[in-house]
């Protein structure tokens, strides 16, 4: 089992950039898939991007292709987000969620994450 807690979040203005980060308890954080999700206020949880064990595949939402970007410390236990040139359409809660899987997958789909952290707030104004 892990524990995920999200830091990271705050209100900036458009153009801005933010780094969220996501630590994670427990010594097997290297076995995990982590990716991040985000839920705007009276939409549907969405995927924003995702990491696979090792580092080595990555996969974003087209809507954030090419402004944000997800990484991962193994040896601190950490998956981060960078997220650059931010609109107010990047406003919402992000969420860290982690599963155990094999080595090079990676997953779009909330329903395959077990663990989820309490959430981050991104706020962007106009």
């Known amino acids: 089992q892990v524990q995920l807690v999200e830091s990271g979040g705050g209100l900036v203005q458009t153009g801005d950039s933010l780094r969220l980060s996501c630590a994670a308890s427990?010594?097997?954080?290297?076995?995990?898939?982590m990716g991040w999700f985000r839920q705007a206020p009276g939409k549907e949880r969405e995927f924003v991007a995702a990491?696979?064990?090792?580092?080595?595949?990555?996969r974003y939402a087209d809507s954030v292709k090419g402004r944000f970007t997800i990484s991962r410390d193994n040896a601190r236990n950490t998956v981060y987000l960078e997220m650059n040139s931010l609109t107010p359409e990047d406003t919402a809660v992000y969420y860290c969620?982690?599963?155990?899987?094999?080595?090079?997958?990676?997953?779009?789909?909330?329903?395959?994450?077990?663990?989820w952290g309490q959430g981050t707030r991104v706020t962007v104004s106009s």
């Open positions: 969620a982690a599963t155990v899987s094999g080595s090079g997958a990676v997953y779009t789909s909330p329903v395959n994450y077990n663990y």
């Open positions: 990491i696979s064990r090792g580092g080595g595949t990555t």
């Open positions: 427990g010594r097997t954080f290297s076995m995990y898939v």
